[in-house]
């Protein structure tokens, strides 16, 4: 059974930062995809970043310049390092990952940005 463990979320000012983990357990094959979503209260879950196998990623417009996700394949765990955070960035975060091309989601993390 795979499971996804998120870590990381808390409160922060804004202006500040925050390192999500989420680490993967129960499998014997690759994580393939990496992603991270979040949800806002009263709002849809919205894709914020993507790691494939071979490193390569793609973030949400909202968030380039800001945030970097990563990987650490030895570890079965993918980081989303958030900077510069605003009051618009709080939500819980989720971490989605691809193995074999089914899908397992974390239990969410929250994350609140103080004015």
């Known amino acids: 059974q795979v499971q996804l463990v998120e870590s990381g979320g808390g409160l922060v000012q804004a202006g500040g930062s925050l390192r999500l983990s989420c680490a993967a357990s129960?499998?014997?094959?690759?994580?393939?995809?990496w992603r991270w979503y979040r949800q806002a209260p009263g709002k849809q879950r919205d894709l914020v970043a993507t790691?494939?196998?071979?490193?390569?990623?793609n973030y949400a417009d909202f968030v380039k310049g800001r945030f970097t996700i990563s990987r650490d394949n030895a570890k079965n765990t993918v980081y989303l390092q958030m900077n510069s955070l605003t009051p618009e960035d709080t939500a819980v975060y989720y971490c989605?990952?691809?193995?074999?091309?089914?899908?397992?989601w974390g239990q969410g993390t929250q994350v609140t940005v103080s004015s």
């Open positions: 989605k990952a691809r193995i074999l091309s089914r899908y397992y």
């Open positions: 129960g499998s014997t094959f690759s994580i393939d995809v």
């Open positions: 790691i494939d196998s071979g490193g390569s990623t």
